[in-house]
């Protein structure tokens, strides 16, 4: 249960950006390939004062001990919709046309721009959310900033560069309107359905927003004789991506859409960066050649395991394989070869001397970690994989001269792990934001024991330990012949919750309560194991984190 004891222990974790702290004793990566050994960092006002090896602390700084610990530069996603929560209605997201009683008020080879999915003029800080759960996810993998674009289809807006912190879109928002999203995404039962009608359409709206710049031009220096222009905001969103002022982000994963992409950027000569890139290996040369920046997904295929071969009728192995058996070997070998090809794609960007960074716009953010060591695995180089989540996207976002390295005058944006990053077993500690310091304990969890017979019924005392405070509880477990229920409370609170989806495997208990902390209403989700009158396990408390939890069967109470 969360007390305003653990309230207070979660604020105290983020650090008012007008203290002063100094990390000491860092392996401090300023940019890739560029090291200091146990060196420090003074940070002040959310802006880094100085760092080095021989830095004298300010009187009154809060010293953080990073004993051996790497500090980078905070890493910044390229592209994707952290913060931007998925829409209820997917439907109308989609630029789909109506149910069937609303049907007739819609024009389906001649829809509205918002029905075929066309809201270039869109801001994506009106659909971010503070408090969206997406946020704290990229920001435990180590992310501090992100290129956020609006969901939709064809043209779904404007994007923003937003600082994965702050209690409201304005305060998130760092550089507004930094590239045009688009994508080749239809709008299902209205035109433009197809991927071939998208483009077709994206010809029509970028000629007409031409003309229609020339025109508005032409009135504004003698109106006289000239019909007003028919202001147009979807066409007037295009108005900076024709003076090269603006690219489009053009989201094209599979080899068709990057094919298509080039071939209306190489028509219409607008600047572009392909974005969310998945099969770019075979078009490499063609990249390079145009200079054409990538942001590569960061999401990568699962390998298919395979199914273990039992041992049959000797004679039955000797039988000559069936054209089926031998076609599966075939896919499976093509899947195989296409598999690699993913993982290598990094690493033969990085040979061909393509500028890319990495994309999060489908990817799990406990992936990416593991992800980044499958592509080093296969031929990528760790400083470039560095460079590509940190220098690349500052560069191409336009916002390198405040972050992107660790240096005197940037924003205090950094990422410090006990290992380097890209080790195995490396684990995010602290992430900080403009000054705000966020701790992540590291949570490991036992595995259960599916043969076990554990007990969970009776009353349990736990607690709660969180970084700096620890917080004790009541647990009351009811078994009706298998099924579970029960309450948790809080000493300090008194107040008692009703628990649900209680269930026990073996030794491991799962269950969720539903809390109300200042309005806002959160799950926490515990995951105990027990062993015979104790337990132990963590406690998911949505975007605060995991924590350890520890508890004890009251003495007559079985």
């Known amino acids: 249960m969360m007390t305003a004891g653990w309230l207070h222990a979660q604020e105290s974790l983020v650090s008012p950006v007008t203290r002063t702290l100094a990390l000491t004793n860092a392996n401090i990566v300023q940019k890739p390939g560029q090291v200091i050994e146990k060196g420090t960092i003074v940070i002040k006002d959310g802006l880094i004062l100085a760092v080095g090896k021989e830095v004298k602390i300010p009187v009154g700084a809060r010293v953080i001990a990073a004993d051996s610990m790497y500090v980078y530069a905070g890493f910044i996603d390229g592209l994707s919709h952290t913060g931007v ?306 220098t690349t996207p500052a560069k191409m976002l336009g916002v390198a001269n405040v972050m992107g390295t660790v240096e005197k005058g940037k924003l205090a944006n950094l990422v410090i792990t006990d290992k380097p990053y890209f080790a195995e077993k490396s684990n995010v500690r602290y992430v900080m934001i403009e000054g705000q310091l966020f701790e992540y304990e590291v949570v490991t969890r036992k595995a259960g024991d599916p043969n076990a017979n554990a007990k969970p019924a009776g009353i349990w005392s736990y607690t709660i330990n969180v970084p700096g405070q620890t917080t004790e509880g009541r647990l009351e477990i009811v078994d009706s012949n298998g099924s579970l229920s029960g309450t948790i409370s809080n000493s300090q609170t008194n107040q008692e919750t009703p628990i649900s989806n209680a269930e026990i495997k073996g030794n491991a208990l799962t269950f969720s309560a539903n809390i109300n902390m200042g309005g806002q209403s959160l799950v926490l989700d515990y995951e105990l194991l027990i062993d015979g009158n104790n337990m132990e396990g963590t406690v998911s408390v949505g975007q605060f984190g995991t924590f350890r939890v520890e508890g004890s069967r009251n003495p007559g109470k079985n």
């Open 85 to 390: 929560p998925r829409p209820d209605n997917t439907q109308a997201q989609r630029g789909q046309a109506p149910r069937p009683q609303q049907a007739q008020q819609v024009n389906r080879s001649n829809p509205t721009n918002e029905q075929s999915g066309i809201t270039p003029e869109q801001q994506v800080k009106d659909q971010l959310k503070a408090d969206d759960k997406s946020i704290e996810e990229m920001r435990k993998a180590g992310f501090t900033a992100a290129h956020v674009v609006p969901r939709g289809n064809m043209l779904p807006g404007t994007g923003a560069v937003v600082l994965l912190k702050g209690s409201s879109a304005d305060a998130m928002v760092m550089r507004n309107e930094t590239a045009l999203f688009s994508q080749l995404a239809g709008a299902g039962r209205v035109y433009p359905s197809t991927v071939i009608a998208v483009m077709s359409k994206w010809r029509e709206l970028y000629k007409r927003a031409e003309q229609a710049k020339a025109h508005e031009a032409m009135y504004a220096k003698n109106p006289t004789g000239m019909a007003r222009p028919n202001y147009d905001r979807s066409l007037q969103a295009f108005y900076p991506v024709i003076d090269k002022k603006m690219p489009v982000f053009f989201a094209a994963s599979d080899l068709k859409s990057i094919h298509r992409a080039l071939t209306l950027q190489d028509e219409l000569k607008f600047p572009m960066v392909l974005t969310n890139v998945k099969q770019g290996w075979e078009v490499a040369n063609v990249l390079k050649s145009k200079n054409i920046p990538v942001l590569v997904a960061l999401d990568l295929p699962k390998e298919k395991k395979q199914p273990e071969k039992k041992e049959g009728d000797k004679d039955a192995a000797k039988k000559e394989k069936s054209i089926t058996e031998q076609e599966m070997e075939i896919l499976e070998k093509r899947s195989a070869e296409e598999l690699q090809r993913y993982l290598a794609q990094s690493g033969v960007f990085e040979k061909a001397g393509i500028e890319f960074a990495f994309s999060a716009m489908t990817v799990k953010s406990t992936d990416v970690q593991s992800n980044l060591r499958k592509m080093i695995a296969n031929g990528l180089s760790e400083n470039t994989a560095l460079a590509a989540l940190t």
